[in-house]
């Protein structure tokens, strides 16, 4: 499975472990462009102005991912770093930033140690999806 759909690898995880099938789950790293955006079939949907937009995503998550790596913790402020960026790109209009446990998906007030940073957006009529995931150095 990949990285980019952290959500059903997560709900997967959960499924082999509740069930107990005595197997691993690999997830493997998301695939993207050497513009950073997340390789997906929905790409080719979008014209050359919102695939240009597009990159926004990862910028926005790698703005929060840094800002943790220099002590940022407040999940609201790193939800916010993600959102302001976001709000720059004219035609990128956000459905949800996520700074959740990485195991629950359950929204989280504090990072303390590791951490699933998602957004969706839409681009035109084409919803795009991407994460990252924050780690205590």
């Given at each position: 499975m990949g990285q980019k759909d952290a959500q059903q690898t997560c709900i997967i995880k959960r499924l082999v472990a509740d069930f107990g099938f005595s197997m691993d789950v690999i997830i493997c790293p998301t695939v993207r462009d050497a513009d950073g955006l997340a390789l997906s079939?929905?790409?080719?949907h979008l014209n050359?102005?919102?695939r240009n937009a597009a990159v926004v995503l990862?910028?926005?998550l790698c703005e929060?991912?840094?800002?943790f790596s220099n002590g940022e913790t407040?999940?609201?402020r790193l939800r916010t770093i993600i959102a302001d960026m976001l709000s720059l790109e004219k035609g990128v209009q956000p459905l949800y930033v996520s700074v959740a446990d990485i195991n629950t998906l359950q929204e989280l007030q504090c990072v303390s140690d590791?951490?699933?940073?998602?957004?969706a957006v839409k681009i035109g009529t084409i919803v795009?999806?991407?994460?990252v995931v924050l780690e205590a150095s």
């Open positions: 079939s929905r790409n080719m050359s102005v919102e990862y910028k926005s929060a991912k840094e800002a407040d999940a609201g590791t951490a699933l940073c998602s957004i795009l999806i991407d994460n």
